[in-house]
């Protein structure tokens, strides 16, 4: 039995968009050489210059330990750059380095032409109210 996409519950119809948006963004990232996680890694610390992995792991809402091979990977690859806090010596500062600041511009780029083709023929009154509908989702499972 097949389900078509008009009978299928939304929880699967928000899943298998997440699937092809997921899908999409790793192709347009590849092209830079990054995937969506390291993208989304660039882009928080270009908004915030400067984090720990603690920080940087709420802000992405995962585990440290889940992004630890994913920052060493990136600092080995010149993105990102790891330093002793000033204040305290045992928590690593997480900086872009010059190769992330670069490519920051290309990640904003590719994160843009995704939104326009995901919410391609939706009015901005339509954006709007799924945008306040996501809000409210998140609100509910905090």
Do not use: W
């Not at 097949?2 to 939304?10: G, N, S, T, V």
């Not at 080995?76 to 002793?84: L, S, V």
Request: charged share 30%; net charge neutral.
């Amino acid at each position: 039995m097949k389900c078509h996409k008009e009978d299928a519950p939304l929880l699967g119809l928000m899943g298998q968009s997440m699937r092809l948006i997921g899908k999409r963004a790793q192709e347009l990232y590849a092209e830079y050489d990054l995937n969506r996680a390291q993208s989304g890694i660039l882009f928080a610390l270009h908004q915030e210059d400067s984090m720990s992995q603690k920080e940087l792991a709420k802000r992405l809402n995962v585990t440290p330990p889940s992004i630890t091979s994913m920052i060493k990977k990136m600092e080995q690859e010149g993105y990102i750059t790891r330093k002793a806090d000033e204040q305290d010596q045992r928590v690593m500062r997480l900086t872009l380095a010059q190769k992330g600041r670069d490519s920051i511009a290309y990640v904003i780029k590719t994160a843009e032409k995704l939104e326009e083709k995901v919410f391609e023929g939706m009015s901005a009154e339509e954006k709007m109210l799924f945008r306040r509908l996501l809000l409210q989702i998140l609100e509910n499972l905090e």
